[in-house]
């Protein structure tokens, strides 16, 4: 059974840094494509980053130049670095994963179909 399992979230200042993990098991990490979401209350759930499984990455233009995406497959973990974090940031993030072809990406929620619990990014003014 495939499992996604978050951690690294917490409270920071803006201007601060966390580096988020997810930890997949119960399928062969490298044949998957994954992604980072995030989810503020009372906002849509939005894209952060996805990575294919050549290594191609996507990030959402709010976080681009502030956010890296990559990946272990020999330890099957994926990993969100993220600097210079804004108070806009907080919200829940959610790792992704879905089986796809060489060259796939996307930041489309609906294309993913594995989801993990979250973990809860707060930036504080």
């Known amino acids: 059974q495939l499992h996604l399992v978050e951690s690294g979230g917490g409270s920071v200042q803006v201007g601060g840094s966390l580096r988020l993990s997810c930890a997949a098991s119960g399928f062969t990490f490298s044949r998957y494509c994954m992604g980072w979401f995030r989810q503020a209350p009372g906002k849509e759930r939005e894209g952060v980053a996805s990575?294919?499984?050549?290594?191609?990455?996507n990030y959402a233009d709010s976080v681009k130049g502030r956010v890296t995406i990559s990946k272990d497959n020999a330890k099957n973990t994926l990993y969100l670095q993220m600097i210079n974090l804004k108070h806009e940031d907080t919200a829940m993030y959610y790792c992704a994963a879905v089986w796809c072809l060489y060259g796939d990406t996307s930041l489309d929620a609906n294309w993913f179909g594995y989801w993990g619990q979250g973990t809860q990014v707060t930036v504080s003014l």
């Open positions: 990575i294919g499984r050549d290594g191609s990455t």
